[in-house]
Each structure stands twice: as structure tokens, then as C-alpha cells.
């Protein structure tokens, strides 16, 4: 796509037809409208009062549970962990969204800070965008070097292995979006002025390193998807599929009281798929 930062001008808020009309179906998405937004509230309000079930049960055997959100910006990560924590006790329901680290921060062991957040028992903590930085947005940007990304990506199963082992529950998510649709949602962010905070220079630089993030993600998925700590893609291009999506993933896999699978629903596995799976999918778009 030739310059794509052509779309941001302030004085131009018209978003071409063909990247508009392009944008849900990018990157293979295979829905082209949207969930209807009557079926989306009913189903996402079955869903949270399954989540107020599931913290009950969290409160009271003293489970933890990490999850991990990863993706492209404007894939949909935050708007997400919204939804989850939206009727939750924030005291123990918790988002963790690290800056970038400081002087001291940058000299420690890579995952210490990152320590620091994992959940206490009765505890659930959502990461956006987690320890995994160092397998996409710093090599991409130039943040880190190839060693320290090589050694992270060595590390990483096995740092996820002994959280796992001591009765840690992690999940991790890549929210995958196509390239038009992620342009579609940074031009919004730019004319939007409720939305322009979202919207920083790394953003518009990324734009043109698409190629370089994709590469980076498939090595990701690919060194660090395992038994213990396995990676769900979902596709993003409409968030609120994939919103109910993730929770149903979520709540299929731990046993709680009052746990109602007509009240969950389906996973929807055209938009839900594990590593190897989407890895094998994203070679055949």
C-alpha cells in the first residue's frame, strides 16, 4: 500500500471508498457486516453475568488468572479487556498496562517487572500488551536488539511454564486485524478529537512496517506456542465478535459454579483458531 500516511491529513477526514469498502473483509475476515448490535448486547450481558459467576469461584478457591492481550494497535485489545472487566470488582480485577521502562526498569531481568502484576490468589489481571513487547513492537521499531529478542523468545516458554506450574491460569490472545481495516480505525482515531490520544507517532510508523510485524508475530506464535501456555488468535475486524469470542474462551475452560454453557454459547471457529492453525490459515490467504 503506497504511502498510507497520505489518509491522515486533518484537512482531509474523507477516507477513501475503496479502503472503506475493503476494510471488513481484510486480511480474509469472513463476515462482511457487522454482529448485529441487538444480538451483541444480549449475548455480551450473558456473558458478563458468567464472568460475575466465574469471580465468585476465582474469590473463592483463590485462583489466578493471567491473560494476555497482544496485536496490532487498533486491533481491539483494550476496548476487550473493557468488556471483561466492565461488572468486575476493579479491587481484584485488574488491567495491566505497562509504560514504556525506566533507567532502572531497563537494566533488570526482562520479565521482573512484569512479576511485579501476576495475579495474588482471588485475583484475575488482563495484560495489554505484556512481556510479548519484546517479540514485536521492539524488534519492529528497533527498540531492542536481535540477541535480546532471540534470548526472549528462548526465555519465554519457560518463564510461562513455571507460572503454569504453580497453578497460574494464562491465557494469551493475538487479536488479529487486516491491514485496510487497521487504516480504517487510525483514520478514525485522527478525526475523532475523543480519539486522538490513542493515536502516537509509533502508531503512523508502524503503518509502514506491515511486512515486519507479520514476520515478527508468525516467529512469535511459532517458538513460543506450547501445552502448558498455548496462544488463540482471534480476528478482530469486527470487535464485537471477537469481544464475546474471547470471553467464551475464557469461560470454557475453568469449571465454576453456576457455569451455564447455553448462556456461553459457541466458539465461533472461523474467527477462532490456535497458533498452528492461523499460521497454516494466514499462508493460505
Not at 476487550?80 to 468486575?88: A, G, V
Not at 465454576?256 to 471457529?269: F, K, N, P, T, W
Request: proline content about 5%.
Amino acid at each position: 500500500m503506497n504511502d498510507p500516511l497520505r489518509h491522515f491529513d486533518i484537512e482531509n477526514p474523507e477516507l477513501p471508498k475503496d479502503i472503506k469498502k475493503a476494510a471488513m473483509t481484510s486480511g480474509g475476515y469472513p463476515y462482511e457486516e457487522k454482529l448485529d448490535a441487538d444480538r451483541y448486547k444480549k449475548e455480551m450481558h450473558k456473558l458478563q453475568k458468567q464472568l460475575v459467576l466465574l469471580q465468585a469461584h476465582v474469590a473463592r478457591t483463590d485462583e489466578r488468572i493471567a491473560i494476555v492481550f497482544e496485536g496490532r494497535d487498533a486491533a481491539g485489545k483494550g476496548g476487550t479487556i473493557k468488556r471483561y472487566l466492565e461488572h468486575l470488582n476493579p479491587r481484584y480485577n485488574l488491567s495491566a498496562a505497562l509504560p514504556k521502562p525506566n533507567s532502572r526498569e531497563a537494566t533488570q531481568w526482562y520479565f521482573q517487572r512484569y512479576v511485579d502484576w501476576l495475579p495474588a490468589g482471588g485475583e484475575q489481571v488482563l495484560f495489554d500488551r505484556s512481556w510479548y513487547n519484546r517479540a514485536g513492537v521492539e524488534p519492529v521499531m528497533g527498540f531492542c536488539t536481535r540477541e535480546q529478542t532471540e534470548h526472549f523468545l528462548e526465555e519465554a516458554p519457560f518463564f510461562e511454564g513455571r507460572l503454569t506450574k504453580d497453578g497460574i491460569r494464562l491465557f494469551k490472545f493475538w487479536l488479529s486485524i487486516g491491514r485496510e481495516m487497521q487504516l480504517k480505525r487510525f483514520h478514525d482515531r485522527r478525526h475523532d478529537p475523543l480519539k486522538t490520544w490513542k493515536l502516537s507517532p509509533v502508531d503512523l510508523e508502524a503503518l509502514d512496517k506491515w511486512e515486519a510485524y507479520s514476520a515478527a508475530r508468525d516467529e512469535m506464535l511459532r517458538r513460543t506456542d506450547s501445552a502448558h501456555a498455548p496462544w488463540t488468535v482471534l480476528l478482530t475486524n469486527d470487535k464485537k465478535r471477537g469481544r464475546l469470542n474471547m470471553i467464551r474462551r475464557v469461560l470454557s475452560q475453568i469449571d465454576y459454579a453456576g457455569r451455564d454453557e447455553a448462556a456461553i454459547g459457541e466458539i465461533d471457529r472461523s474467527i477462532v483458531m490456535t497458533a498452528p492453525q492461523f499460521l497454516e490459515w494466514n499462508r493460505e490467504q
